[in-house]
């Protein structure tokens, strides 16, 4: 039998791991399956020009993953038994199993409601695209003068504000952070965010933790309510459920902790990349939730089976960030450089030229998903007979 790889969720990580394993690996060899439950790719780094009433290119999975060996299997994730080494999953004809060898776990993250009341029931997300184009229909009914709110001060709600404001000048649109506008940014970079929130018109609203959202208003923790006709909610994400409900070390967030090479430390025929994973960084600090992070883990990840698999050499590639790339609407952009382990240089990139250089990295992010057999050279090695025969557990030591 061909070593069974299952890959669940088709973001950035989990493709760009299937289309990378598929040019590592003989095809007579491996049986490689992606489980996602929306048939086209979803650009996550573009949600809030979605919501703010752009059209994104369709993307759908049968073309991108066409002749590569992969196969798609369009399904939604209900439970992982990694004992008995298996995923359970529903389509539109039921309930099924899968059975896998290798495991490649990037079911991603979902918003983050921090448990704050009246969250879920009144705010509008941007982390999905279901919760992108509810937004949007409801931007597009909004009247001159109605007011926007955004809750959270990352880079999530800056590209939100931003995005909204330059598209609906009309609108008041606010943001509301538990710290300083930017306060993670270089003093440059600070400066250039003001300027550009001034220039959209857009209130921000410093140190002002939301305690409560009505349909109406949000609550600051000081006693203020800030008006809102429509409360957008960015305050980080949170992982997929399924992962803590399994036998996999997690984290108390429900991360899956990972070695260098992406590996469950508790299982190792699972991998785990993206956002699900708890891998460490330079400084021995946790990798932040990011396609930054994320695309060079699903590399990690990918050349390991490979290598494990094949008897070939394990990589060994520190994963480092170099910068933080904002998008300030279609016109304006903010790149702020940073250290190895995120912490902001005084170098920025500012205005146009920060805009342009943000859409090449996201139009490059979309390319190397949208083409997994280009951008690197095809090795397909053959997985050695004992290995296969074996399973992961025969190169726990590889």
């Given at each position: 039998?061909?070593h069974?790889?299952?890959?669940?969720?088709?973001?950035?990580?989990?493709?760009?791991?299937?289309?990378?394993?598929?040019?590592?690996?003989?095809?007579?060899?491996?049986?490689?399956?992606?489980?996602?439950?929306?048939?086209?790719?979803?650009?996550?780094?573009?949600?809030?020009?979605?919501?703010?009433?752009?059209?994104?290119?369709?993307?759908?999975?049968?073309?991108?993953?066409?002749?590569?060996?992969?196969?798609?299997?369009?399904?939604?994730?209900?439970?992982?038994?990694?004992?008995?080494?298996?995923?359970?999953?529903?389509?539109?004809?039921?309930?099924?199993?899968?059975?896998?060898?290798?495991?490649?776990?990037?079911?991603?993250?979902?918003?983050?409601t921090?448990?704050?009341?009246?969250?879920?029931?009144?705010?509008?997300?941007?982390?999905?695209?279901?919760?992108?184009?509810?937004?949007?229909?409801?931007?597009?009914?909004?009247?001159?003068?109605?007011?926007?709110?955004?809750?959270?001060?990352?880079?999530?709600?800056?590209?939100?504000?931003?995005?909204?404001?330059?598209?609906?000048?009309?609108?008041?649109?606010?943001?509301?952070?538990?710290?300083g506008?930017?306060?993670?940014?270089?003093?440059?970079?600070?400066?250039?965010?003001?300027?550009?929130?001034?220039?959209?018109?857009?209130?921000g609203?410093?140190?002002?933790?939301?305690?409560?959202?009505?349909?109406?208003?949000?609550?600051?923790?000081?006693?203020?309510?800030?008006?809102?006709?429509?409360?957008?909610?960015?305050?980080?994400f949170?992982?997929?459920?399924?992962?803590?409900?399994?036998?996999?070390?997690?984290?108390?967030?429900?991360?899956?902790?990972?070695?260098?090479t992406?590996?469950?430390?508790?299982?190792?025929?699972?991998?785990?990349?993206?956002?699900?994973?708890?891998?460490?960084?330079?400084?021995?600090?946790?990798?932040?939730?990011?396609?930054?992070?994320?695309?060079?883990?699903?590399?990690?990840?990918?050349?390991?089976i490979?290598?494990?698999?094949?008897?070939?050499?394990?990589?060994?590639?520190?994963?480092?960030?170099?910068?933080?790339?904002?998008?300030?609407?279609?016109?304006?952009?903010?790149?702020?450089?940073?250290?190895?382990?995120?912490?902001?240089?005084?170098?920025?990139?500012t205005?146009?030229?920060?805009?342009?250089?943000?859409?090449?990295?996201?139009?490059?992010?979309?390319?190397?998903?949208?083409?997994?057999?280009?951008?690197?050279?095809?090795?397909?090695?053959?997985?050695?007979?004992?290995?296969?025969?074996?399973?992961?557990?025969?190169?726990?030591?590889?």
């Amino acid at each position: 039998m061909p070593h069974r790889i299952i890959v669940l969720g088709a973001g950035y990580t989990g493709a760009i791991a299937a289309g990378r394993l598929a040019k590592r690996l003989r095809r007579e060899d491996v049986a490689i399956t992606l489980v996602n439950a929306e048939p086209d790719f979803v650009e996550r780094v573009r949600m809030h020009q979605l919501a703010a009433g752009q059209d994104l290119k369709p993307r759908p999975f049968s073309e991108m993953f066409a002749g590569t060996g992969v196969e798609l299997r369009l399904a939604k994730v209900t439970s992982v038994d990694v004992d008995r080494r298996t995923v359970a999953v529903t389509d539109p004809n039921g309930a099924g199993e899968l059975a896998y060898d290798t495991l490649v776990y990037a079911l991603g993250s979902g918003w983050n409601t921090q448990g704050v009341p009246g969250t879920a029931e009144h705010a509008y997300e941007i982390a999905s695209r279901p919760g992108a184009l509810r937004l949007r229909a409801r931007l597009a009914r909004l009247d001159a003068g109605q007011t926007v709110v955004v809750v959270g001060g990352g880079l999530t709600g800056l590209e939100a504000a931003t995005e909204i404001a330059e598209a609906r000048p009309d609108l008041d649109v606010a943001l509301a952070a538990d710290g300083g506008l930017g306060d993670w940014l270089s003093p440059k970079g600070r400066e250039h965010l003001r300027k550009v929130f001034g220039k959209l018109g857009i209130t921000g609203y410093e140190h002002a933790a939301v305690t409560g959202v009505d349909a109406d208003r949000v609550d600051i923790a000081d006693g203020r309510a800030i008006p809102a006709t429509v409360t957008v909610w960015t305050t980080g994400f949170a992982v997929h459920p399924i992962a803590k409900a399994t036998a996999l070390k997690v984290t108390g967030t429900g991360q899956i902790v990972v070695d260098g090479t992406m590996r469950s430390v508790s299982h190792p025929d699972v991998y785990a990349v993206g956002d699900a994973a708890c891998a460490m960084g330079p400084g021995n600090k946790p990798l932040r939730m990011s396609c930054a992070s994320g695309t060079p883990a699903a590399w990690q990840a990918a050349d390991a089976i490979a290598a494990r698999l094949t008897g070939g050499k394990l990589p060994n590639v520190p994963i480092r960030y170099f910068n933080q790339c904002i998008s300030l609407g279609r016109n304006d952009g903010l790149i702020q450089y940073v250290t190895a382990d995120d912490r902001a240089v005084q170098a920025v990139l500012t205005g146009r030229l920060a805009a342009v250089y943000k859409e090449l990295v996201c139009k490059g992010a979309a390319w190397g998903v949208a083409n997994p057999m280009l951008g690197l050279p095809t090795r397909r090695r053959r997985i050695t007979a004992e290995r296969a025969a074996a399973g992961p557990a025969a190169s726990v030591l590889a």
